[in-house]
């Protein structure tokens, strides 16, 4: 596994919409859009506005139970995630409301919506992976009118912790104490469902509601886990600067998959993930 090569957030933007549509969407993405639909309360005529559209999975649904009285607008801050969303939405004859695919630097901690614009905002995974995720919910909150509704989703702690077990081991097997300092404090940071609903409630939202399922991802080997598009686009990277530098993190990488094949040889490697939905409305 090449470890130490570097892409450019262009780069990485165009491969991942190239490939999320068959890599990345049918075991992970689509999960979570599944539970905000199930969630959300959608009127036909009503003002939506999704923050992190990606390729527009979600945004064809929400716009197929919209009529011409509603309006959607999706955002998302990669170009080529709203040029896939765009093709989608316009192949669709099913959709009739109006939809507007934005493409906007600084979302999703800034969005392009009036205040009190919007009777519901969904977001799937991109408020919860923001930088900061209380300002992101803090600007959701502020388009949506009196009596709206904010719809999040997240991977909660607990998810990949198949994996985290293993290199965990390999960091302490190798005594590499401030590697497995700086992994406690990540696995620390992640957030769990009282974490995500605080965000809601921080921002002034009421009667919060959480909906949590698990599942599990198959990988039939290490090799096929780390090269992955879902991984290698995704925790890798941070999976990286925690294992350290070099020929240190190839080492790091390489025992650690020496493990997985070794705990799962001759069956799949399952990896969990701990998906969550939190809604409130604005009073």
């Not at 957030?9 to 075991?27: G, H, N, T």
């Not at 559209?53 to 607008?73: I, K, N, P, S």
């Not at 955002?75 to 316009?90: G, H, N, Q, S, T």
């Not at 991109?126 to 709206?148: F, K, M, Q, T, Y």
């Amino acid at each position: 596994m090449e470890t130490g090569t570097r892409v450019t957030p262009a780069e990485k933007q165009a491969r991942l919409a190239r490939l999320y549509d068959d890599e990345i969407l049918p075991a992970y993405a689509a999960r979570f859009a599944s539970m905000i639909l199930r969630a959300v309360d959608l009127r036909p005529a009503a003002r939506v506005v999704e923050v992190g559209c990606a390729t527009g999975h979600l945004t064809q649904a929400l716009a197929r139970r919209l009529d011409l009285g509603g309006h959607l607008t999706a955002l998302d801050e990669a170009p080529a995630f709203v040029a896939e969303a765009r093709a989608k939405i316009e192949a669709d004859t099913t959709a009739h409301a109006p939809v507007a695919l934005l493409a906007r630097p600084g979302v999703p901690g800034s969005l392009p919506v009036d205040d009190d614009g919007a009777d519901l905002v969904v977001s799937n995974l991109v408020i919860a992976n923001a930088v900061d995720p209380r300002a992101a919910v803090h600007e959701a909150a502020r388009v949506l009118a009196p009596g709206g509704q904010l719809v999040v989703s997240a991977a909660l702690r607990g998810t990949w912790t198949e994996f985290y077990d293993l290199f965990r081991d390999v960091l302490r097997e190798g005594g590499k104490d401030a590697n497995l300092a700086a992994l406690d404090r990540h696995l620390g940071a992640l957030p769990d469902g009282a974490a995500v609903a605080g965000w809601l409630e921080g921002a002034g939202l009421a009667k919060i509601a959480i909906t949590v399922e698990r599942w599990e991802i198959l990988f039939k080997s290490a090799r096929e886990f780390f090269f992955a598009p879902l991984i290698e686009l995704g925790p890798l990277t941070g999976w990286k600067e925690l294992s350290g530098r070099g020929e240190e993190m190839q080492d790091v990488f390489f025992f650690t998959k020496e493990a997985i094949d070794t705990y799962f040889k001759g069956r799949a490697f399952a990896i969990t993930v701990v998906g969550a939905i939190v809604k409130g409305w604005k009073q």
